[in-house]
C-alpha cells in the first residue's frame, strides 16, 4: 500500500524549534499538536499546544527527531501547508503558508479558507 503524502511539511528552523520545546517541556508530551480553531476577526487560527497523548485520528508528521501531531478537524484546513519559524528584530514566531488560505486578518493571527 502506498504511503500517503504528508499534508504539511516542517522547514528545518520549525523542526529545531520543536525540539527546543520539547526539551524544556520536560518528557511527558509525545510532540507538538496543531489545531484549528474558530477565533480572530477573520474566522480561524492556528492553535499551538503540547500534545499530551496521540489520538486516534490525529495526524501525525515526523521530521529531524520532532512530532507534530495534526488534530484530526485540522487536516483539511492544512493540506499543502508549510510550517516555517521566523524569529526577527520584533520577536519569534511559528508562521503558517498556507495554499487554502482566502483572506488573513490585518494583524496576521487569523485566516479563513
Same mark, same amino acid.
Given at each position: ?6 499534508p504539511?511539511?516542517i522547514?528545518?528552523a520549525?523542526?529545531?524549534r ?8 520536560g518528557?511527558?508530551?509525545?510532540g507538538?499538536?496543531?489545531? &484549528?480553531?474558530t ?7 492556528? @492553535? =499551538?499546544?503540547?500534545?499530551e +497523548?496521540?489520538?486516534?485520528g490525529? *495526524? ?6 520532532t512530532?507534530l501531531i495534526i488534530?484530526?478537524?485540522a487536516?483539511?484546513? &492544512?493540506?499543502g501547508?508549510?510550517?516555517?519559524f521566523v524569529?526577527? @528584530? =520584533?520577536?519569534?514566531?511559528f +508562521?503558517?503558508?498556507?495554499?487554502n *488560505? ?10 479563513t479558507?
Open positions: 500500500m502506498p504511503t500517503r503524502p504528508s504539511i511539511s522547514t528545518p520549525a523542526a529545531e520543536i525540539r527546543n520545546l520539547m526539551a524544556a517541556h518528557g511527558d508530551a509525545e507538538i499538536r496543531l489545531a &484549528v480553531k477565533a480572530g476577526c477573520s474566522g480561524l487560527t492556528y @492553535k =499551538l499546544d503540547f500534545a +497523548q496521540i489520538g486516534e490525529d *495526524e501525525v508528521v515526523e521530521l529531524d527527531g512530532k488534530d484530526p478537524e487536516v483539511m484546513f &492544512v493540506i501547508t508549510e510550517m516555517d524569529e526577527d @528584530k =520584533l520577536g519569534a514566531s +508562521q503558517f503558508r498556507n495554499p *488560505e482566502k483572506g488573513r486578518c490585518g494583524c496576521g493571527e487569523s485566516f479558507v
